[in-house]
């Protein structure tokens, strides 16, 4: 049976190099997992005083999308050691209003993405403390740091390292059997 995945880019840039390694996972996870990108880059920002019967369409559209899907996948590259603003706006987006959050009891896994060195650690780990508190049981391992993902892409975005294929597809076997073991609430 096919999971449906909802994943979130931290990124919002055209060319995004954690978009790229979105959409490599996303071909390397079917059929077995289903991944749609669920794009946060127009979400205004989370403002409670817009909660309403009615509040903005863009925030409604996205906290229905996460609820749909069974697990979600974010990859995200690492703004001064941590994620970026967007992403953060797009957690706070979902976990309202109160008691309504669409996070709630989702699994997760998350991949860090850098053109540097350190794999966007920094990001990686500020994600999960928000985790914690949206209670989304995140994979352990594999953890997933990305470095040099500049050297892994080819001009179009597309993945040629063979050795990061793999290791993504192991990946996502262990992130479908997470899925698989935690289920969702
Ligand atoms: C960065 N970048 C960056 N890289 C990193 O490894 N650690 C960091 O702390 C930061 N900080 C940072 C802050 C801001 C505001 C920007 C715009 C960039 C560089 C970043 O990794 C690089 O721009 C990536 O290409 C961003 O990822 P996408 O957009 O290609 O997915």
Do not use: C
Request: proline residues 7%; charged residues 20%.
């Amino acid at each position: 049976m096919t999971i449906h995945v909802a994943v979130v880019v931290g990124s919002l840039r055209k060319g995004a190099f954690s978009r790229s390694i979105a959409l490599a996972m996303k071909e390397i996870a079917a059929p077995r997992l289903e991944l749609t990108i669920v794009e946060i880059g127009g979400l205004p920002l989370y403002n409670p005083d817009l909660e309403s019967e009615t509040p903005p369409e863009a925030w409604s559209r996205f906290r229905s999308e996460i609820a749909k899907s069974s697990a979600v996948l974010f990859v995200t590259p690492e703004y001064n050691r941590s994620i970026p603003g967007g992403l953060k706006n797009a957690l706070d987006v979902g976990s309202r209003p109160y008691g309504k959050s669409a996070w709630s009891g989702k699994p997760a896994a998350i991949v860090s993405v850098s053109p540097g060195m350190l794999g966007a650690f920094g990001a990686n780990h500020h994600l999960r403390q928000p985790l914690v508190f949206l209670d989304m049981p995140v994979l352990q391992q594999p953890e997933a740091y990305i470095s040099k993902v500049g050297d892994l892409l080819d001009a179009e975005g597309k993945l040629t390292s063979d050795g990061t294929r793999d290791f993504l597809k192991t990946f996502i076997d262990k992130f479908a059997d997470w899925i698989e073991a935690t289920g969702t609430r």
